[in-house]
Structures are given as structure tokens and as C-alpha cells.
């Protein structure tokens, strides 16, 4: 069994590897950023990145934004968002975050029952917060080292310790557990595609460099949260990421 004490070991042992990685390829460039020493391999990461996004995902989230009536995929967003709640709700408990977690079950209890499981949002306006909490954070908060930043293809921004929070995230997953696999594949698929849809106005408010710009972005955004701040809707991680923030 994992317990908090195993985990932040595991974190740092690989965070530890990967900055050995790093530190060799960083001896091959000048100028590199502390934060970032694997840039020339995020860039390429991040093209690949955007040529999916230009030519697979945008394309699938106009498409789909423009046959799906509002409340469709306002609901939509809204299951995904419900669900979302249960590795929050772990990750708050790992945290001993436990009136955050108190607040994770009312929300997705009135979101599931009132809310016909999560398609209508009544646990906003019955005042229940919406927070997202997840094993990067949680890891951070028990003092592993972020490590280096990192590009994930198909995925996006992250550092060595949120890449390695991504595993227990898809563990406790509802999504990621549902044995059928067309099923599961098809409701990734729908969330991805919903996720991208949410975001499309915001494709303008990327200037000069986007690889900065994303990187950026997502580590002062990361050092905000862990630091006691907040999530705001350009922010968000989970595709979460590069592909959310365009």
C-alpha cells in the first residue's frame, strides 16, 4: 500500500534521476533556464503539441461546438467537472484537507442526485465551493521537489513531479477505470473535445512566444496554487494544460 511517507520517497528518487538527465543535456546549451534545462526537447514536445491541436483537436471542438446545443454541452462540462471531484476529494483527504473534503462530498452528492449526475450544477448555487485538487499539489505539499519543467506529448505543460502525480490521478479516475474499452476511449475522446471547445475564445490572449508563454504560465500558475492562491478558468491544468490555455 502507498502511504505518504513511500510516495514523496518515489517522487524524489525520480525527480533526483531526472535532474541528472537534465544536467547532462543542459551541458550541451547555453543560457539555460534553472527552471527548464530540457528545453530543446520541450520545444520540440510543444510543436508536436500545437500540429495536433491545429489539425486533430480544434478542428474536432469547432465541429462539435457547432452541433451541440448550449445545455448539451454546458452539461456535458458539467459531468466532467462532477467527476473531477472524487480524486480532489482523495487528494484533500491526503492533504488533511478535511472541511475541503466535507465540501467535495456535498458537492458532488447534491451534483449526482439533484443535479441528474452532474449534468445540471446545483451544488454552485446552492453556494458549495468547486476547488480541484490533484497529486501534483498534493505531493508539493508534503515537500517533494517540482524538478524540471516538462512538455508531455499529447498532454502539455507539467514539471517531473506532476508528471509522476499523473499516475495515482488516473488510478483513482473513474474514466480511467471503466473496463470497456470503446466506452472508455469514447468518453476520453468527448472530454478532450469538450475541454477544448470550453477554451477557443481564448486562442487571441497567447502572445510573442507560445512555448514561454505556455511555460510560464503554468509554473507561476502551479506556484500560486501550492502558495495558497487559485485556479481561474485560463489557469486550469489537465489537458489541462497546453491545450486548455489556447
Not at 93 to 120: H, K
Request: proline share 6%; charged share 20%.
Amino acid at each position: 500500500m502507498f502511504t505518504p511517507k513511500i510516495l514523496l520517497k518515489l517522487v524524489s528518487s525520480l525527480t533526483f534521476w531526472f535532474l541528472s538527465i537534465g544536467a547532462v543535456a543542459g551541458d550541451r546549451y547555453t543560457d539555460v533556464n534553472p527552471a527548464d534545462p530540457w528545453e530543446p526537447f520541450n520545444r520540440s514536445m510543444h510543436a508536436f503539441n500545437l500540429q495536433l491541436d491545429k489539425f486533430v483537436l480544434l478542428p474536432a471542438a469547432k465541429g462539435y461546438q457547432a452541433v451541440t446545443p448550449k445545455v448539451v454541452d454546458d452539461g456535458v462540462t458539467n459531468i466532467f467537472n462532477n467527476v473531477r471531484v472524487i480524486p480532489t476529494f482523495i487528494n484533500d483527504v491526503l492533504q488533511l484537507e478535511l472541511t475541503d473534503a466535507g465540501w467535495d462530498v456535498l458537492r458532488f452528492s447534491a451534483n449526482t442526485t439533484f443535479g441528474i449526475f452532474g449534468f445540471f450544477d446545483v451544488a454552485s448555487k446552492m453556494g458549495i465551493p468547486y476547488e480541484r485538487e490533484d497529486f501534483g499539489l498534493t505531493f508539493a505539499k508534503w515537500g517533494a521537489p517540482a524538478g524540471p519543467y516538462l512538455t508531455i506529448p499529447l498532454w502539455g505543460p507539467s514539471t517531473v513531479r506532476d508528471a509522476i502525480g499523473l499516475v495515482p490521478e488516473q488510478a483513482v479516475s473513474p474514466t480511467f477505470n471503466i473496463d470497456h474499452v470503446a466506452t472508455r476511449n469514447t468518453i476520453t475522446a468527448v472530454y478532450y473535445v469538450d475541454s477544448r471547445a470550453e477554451v477557443i475564445a481564448l486562442s487571441g490572449l497567447v502572445t510573442g512566444d507560445s512555448y514561454s508563454f505556455f511555460r510560464d504560465a503554468y509554473l507561476q500558475n502551479r506556484k500560486a496554487i501550492i502558495n495558497g492562491g487559485f485556479v481561474d478558468d485560463f489557469g486550469e491544468q489537465e489537458f489541462d494544460d497546453e491545450f486548455d490555455d489556447f
